[in-house]
């Protein structure tokens, strides 16, 4: 069995942007005879207010020193390195902050063995033709298979498809006011929506019947951003895309439990 430590802080600068830190011993919550240096090492940066995680990467840590500050207390001090940002690990979505050893059985972490790799260039790319390259390859993954995407067009939506009784029009982004940027736009795909019918090329698909979504898909956290006229408008992560891919893959699912996922997808 190896050794891995999670280490989780609230602070704004951590974990990226640093090369030293500390804990205080009241939150380092591994035994002394595991605190080693260059041991593998989770850094998770949580939201301070919602407790939300946010962001992970993977790395290691060394240099490890125990010093009392002026008024007597014990400070873990270390060094940090990062190798690469990594998807977040839902099974660390009910830790506090603190510093925390677990043992492991080998070098593929958490759910990794089942991630194609193009999962990792859509955490960290900052080129926006890439990101929506690859959000269009994960649907498609997920097991939405009749999904149209346009040639990308200022103004114009990433793509469109409908499962079941699900129509959804989507947009893959990598800003972070996209709100603003991004309204007319939205209000755009709401009448596309409310029309009945969505175009590609020749083939027209009726969803008057269906429930309709606008999904603004981004590496954010997934929420209703708005309902308009029948139409619900939400912000869509790729991290949550990823955990229903997941999912699937673990559970027997129906077509059925499927479209009922898909639908409350930011609402809980």
């Not at 990226?16 to 080693?36: A, L, Q």
């Not at 690469?84 to 972490?109: F, V």
């Not at 990308?152 to 129509?167: E, I, M, S, T, V």
Request: aromatic share 14%; hydrophobic share 35%.
């Amino acid at each position: 069995m190896k050794l891995r430590y999670v280490m989780i802080t609230h602070l704004d600068d951590h974990w990226d942007k640093i090369d030293e830190s500390y804990y205080p011993e009241n939150m380092v919550h591994v035994e002394k005879e595991k605190i080693r240096n260059f041991t593998p090492t989770i850094f998770i940066k949580i939201n301070k207010q919602t407790k939300k995680l946010e962001k992970a990467w993977e790395g290691y840590i060394y240099d490890i020193r125990d010093k009392k500050d002026e008024k007597g207390r014990i400070n873990f001090k270390f060094r940090i390195k990062i190798n690469n940002e990594i998807l977040i690990p839902k099974k660390y979505r009910k830790y506090k902050e603190g510093w925390y050893a677990e043992e492991i059985e080998d070098r593929l972490w958490f759910e990794a063995i089942y991630y194609p790799p193009f999962f990792y260039i859509l955490n960290t790319t900052s080129d926006y033709n890439e990101f929506e390259k690859y959000v269009f390859m994960l649907l498609k993954l997920l097991g939405i298979h009749q999904i149209f995407r346009y040639e990308k067009q200022r103004g114009h939506p990433d793509g469109f498809f409908r499962f079941g009784n699900l129509a959804v029009i989507y947009d893959a982004t990598l800003e972070n006011a996209f709100e603003k940027s991004k309204k007319i736009q939205i209000e755009n795909y709401c009448n596309l929506l409310k029309r009945g019918t969505l175009t590609y090329k020749t083939i027209i698909l009726d969803v008057s019947s269906c429930e309709k979504q606008v999904w603004i898909i981004t590496r954010g956290n997934s929420r209703i951003l708005k309902k308009r006229d029948g139409v619900i408008v939400k912000e869509v992560s790729t991290s949550e895309i990823i955990r229903i891919y997941l999912k699937r893959l673990e559970e027997n699912i129906s077509k059925r439990e499927f479209e009922i996922m898909l639908k409350k997808i930011g609402e809980t």
